[in-house]
């Protein structure tokens, strides 16, 4: 269908949909729900099943997960530039989002006025949120501090109602993509401290004081945004081809399919995409399901 989002932020190119999708990963089987010439990104499953949200325009949105409707946007109150780093709530009741102007802010999951959760800081200082504790009293989320060659890319938490930042790695070396475990006793995240080779980055997990780092994955592709099904049994990440740097869109990406301890993989889907595919949880409450974007050429 033609686009019914606001133009803000990366455009698709000539020619080119995005297809949010959903496949079953005991099958294989994969079910298009909703396709648009315009960029969403980013699906999130609604903790009762019912619905997807996602990023576009700046804005977030609701489908139903089969597709049958068209999408309803959320109102987001004054933030109109959200990036497409959001999380739900355990109990499904509050959306925790990332505007570009930095900072974290809290609303309802139907819609309505936001309230920030960040701080400010005498220093650059950018969030990107990417979980949220089983209890949901804290946020897991990376930091940019500093500007050029002083930037780094480290991995902090917060409360979920606002207080003090905790920081959990300081190295010089990026780090992204931190999400707890459904039992909370780990924080998944990628990084490239264990790589001398830039963009390098693998999965790993440590405690969630910051303790206790374990590598997941070690092969030669770029390994991105690991994700945990909801009865903690399976893990999703995003495979790059070797030599990536970051995590951009357009590139002939694989969803592989882990145990959360590590060991072996399965791919799952091979597709183009990159940025905006599965940059937050796409799990159904089920663990059987899993969405995501995929960013195809149509002529």
Known sequence: MKSIFARHGRQLAKGQVAQLTTID???SAQNIIF?????????NWTPDGASL???AGGELWRIDYQGKAVPEKIDTGVLKDLNNDHVLSPDGQTLYVSSNDGHLYALPVTGGAPRRVSNTHDRPFHYYLHGISPDGTTLAYVAVEGEGEHRRINIFTIPSAGGPD???SDIS???DGPEYSPDGRWIYFNSERASDRAG?????RMRPDGSGIEQMTSDERVNWFPHLSPDGRRMVY?????GTLGHPPDRDVILRLMHPDGGEYRDLAAFNGGQGTINVNSWAPDSRRFAYVAYPFKN
């Open 200 to 204: 390098h980055a693998q999965i790993f």
């Open 238 to 242: 995003i495979s790059y081809p070797e």
């Open 173 to 175: 070396k990026p780090n």
């Open 166 to 168: 905790r920081r959990l």
């Open 35 to 43: 396709e648009t010439d315009a960029n969403i990104e980013a699906p």
């Open 25 to 27: 990963i005991e099958t």
């Open 53 to 55: 949200i996602f990023n």
